[in-house]
Nanobody, 122 residues
Framework: QVQLVESGGGLVQAGGSLRLSCTASGRTFSKNAMGWFRQAPGKEREFVAAVLTRSGGAFYADSVRGRFTISRDNAKNTVYLQMNSLQPEDTAVYYC???????????????WGQGAQVTVSS
């Protein structure tokens, strides 16, 4: 069983930046792809970004590519999401996830954090 704890959410004005962190515990972290999803009010949860374990290769949703950067520190069991040029449409609860699988048209995950609220004001 893995536990994921997010931090770093908050309120920011449009154009601003935030960095989310997610620390994992409970079992070996470094073997698994990790990532971030988000869920806005009234909408389904959607994929944001993922980072591969061995290569560090990253994947992004079209809506955040070029503005968000995902990274991981295996020694600290932590994954980060640097969010720049934030817009009101980025407002959502952001969930850290592990054991991600790419199904081609979508991503799924097996374990989830509790979520961190990100609110972007216009």
């Amino acid at each position: 069983q893995v536990q994921l704890v997010e931090s770093g959410g908050g309120l920011v004005q449009a154009g601003g930046s935030l960095r989310l962190s997610c620390t994992a515990s409970g079992r070996t972290f470094s073997k698994n792809a990790m990532g971030w999803f988000r869920q806005a009010p009234g909408k389904e949860r959607e994929f944001v970004a993922a980072v591969l374990t061995r290569s560090g290769g990253a994947f992004y949703a079209d809506s955040v590519r070029g503005r968000f950067t995902i990274s991981r520190d295996n020694a600290k069991n932590t994954v980060y999401l640097q969010m720049n040029s934030l817009q009101p449409e980025d407002t959502a609860v952001y969930y850290c996830a592990t054991d991600l699988t790419n199904h081609g048209s979508h991503w799924t995950a097996d374990s989830w954090g509790q979520g961190a609220q990100v609110t972007v004001s216009s």
